[in-house]
């Protein structure tokens, strides 16, 4: 059993910055990949950007590349989001999420297994 414990949502203004933070505690293995996933009213769920926990490569979607930054903390077990310069289309309930394939990064929700219970980020223009 694993669980994703996220942290660090919130309010703020356009071109402000936030720090998402998710907790990985419960059985993992050394090959898995992390995800943060986002989820705006009346929108399906999408990849915002996934890291490899063993060798540390990292995919973006395109529309937060330049901005956001995933990074893992090994010896916590944390995963880390940084997002600067933020939009309020970047509004949304944002999830952490384990995908047991390591081989490569999967960038579909239907590839991770395990999901926090999701942080509101909500920037205002």
């Known amino acids: 059993q694993v669980q994703l414990v996220e942290s660090g949502g919130g309010l703020v203004q356009a071109g402000g910055s936030l720090r998402l933070s998710c907790a990985v505690s419960?059985?993992?293995?050394?090959?898995?990949?992390m995800g943060w996933f986002r989820q705006a009213p009346g929108k399906e769920r999408e990849l915002v950007t996934a890291?490899?926990?063993?060798?540390?490569?990292?995919h973006y979607a395109d529309s937060v590349k330049g901005r956001f930054t995933i990074s893992r903390n090994n010896a916590k077990n944390t995963v880390y989001l940084q997002m600067n310069s933020l939009k309020p289309e970047d509004t949304a309930v944002y999830y952490c999420?384990?995908?047991?394939?390591?081989?490569?990064?999967?960038?579909?929700?239907?590839?991770?297994?395990?999901w926090g219970q999701g942080t509101q980020v909500t920037v205002s223009s």
């Open positions: 890291i490899s926990w063993s060798d540390g490569s990292t």
């Open positions: 419960g059985r993992t293995f050394s090959s898995y990949v």
């Open positions: 999420a384990k995908s047991p394939i390591g081989y490569k990064i999967a960038t579909t929700r239907y590839e991770y297994d395990d």
